[in-house]
């Protein structure tokens, strides 16, 4: 079975940009959720959705925001994007309430 | 909300001896704790996970303990290969979602 699949890998943007990842996850997941990851912030959890809903939230801004698709897959975009957003973006799926599966990350840098 | 503290944030041993990581929890309602090993490059790897109705679990070199009353699980790596040098992350949350990670173990194995 294929892996969590993350587009694009590596991302370069400007300040005040808007930028926006995609997640496809495990074939048969339907759960899928957003991590940032930052060397002074460590991981942290986004947002998670599940049957295109969304079902949980970080604490994150406004500026971020996601999406599910009927297939499960799902998108996330970040607004006005500032140079604290540089980060890896991980996307992890599970069934339902299960174990969680990342996929590569999307390494974000805003100039 | 969730806290995960997690000891140590390096840890480097002899190749064959065995490696301990430590994490302590705040929320009581927490049931899942889940372990990851991160590559360079890579997303966080499942490794090993340990629900609250169970005490300790075991895979192979890789054993996972949990102390409800005290807050804290462990992870023990035994007979340490120099694949197992990466960064380990602990995590805890409730119902396997909206995971809160502690800061990782940087794990050194010296041949």
């Known amino acids: 079975k294929a892996g969590v699949t993350q587009t694009p890998r590596y991302l370069i943007k400007t300040r005040g940009q808007q930028v926006t990842l995609s997640c496809s996850p495990i074939s048969g997941h339907r759960s899928v959720s957003w991590y940032q990851q930052t060397p002074g912030q460590g991981l942290q959890f986004l947002f998670e959705y599940f049957s295109e809903t969304q079902r949980n939230k970080g604490n994150f801004p406004g500026r971020f925001s996601g999406r599910q698709f009927s297939n499960s897959r799902s998108e996330m975009n970040v607004s006005t994007l500032e140079l604290g957003d540089s980060a890896l973006y991980l996307c992890?799926?599970?069934?339902?309430?299960?174990?969680?599966?990342f996929g590569p990350g999307t390494r974000l840098t805003v100039t | 909300g969730e806290n995960v503290e997690q000891h140590p944030s390096t840890l480097s041993v002899q190749e064959g001896d065995s490696a301990v990581i430590k994490c302590t929890y705040s929320d009581s309602a927490s049931n899942y704790f889940p372990w990851y090993k991160q590559e360079l490059g890579k997303g966080p790897q499942l490794i090993i996970d340990?629900?609250?109705?169970?005490g300790e679990k075991k895979d192979q070199r890789i054993a996972v303990t949990l102390n409800k009353t005290a807050k804290h699980f462990s992870l023990h790596i035994t007979e340490t290969q120099p694949e197992d040098s990466a960064v380990y992350f602990c995590a805890a949350s409730q119902g396997a979602q909206k995971l809160v990670f502690g800061q990782g173990t940087r794990l050194t194995i010296n041949p």
């Open positions: 340990i629900r609250s109705n169970v």
């Open positions: 992890a799926s599970s069934l339902s309430r299960d174990e969680q599966y």
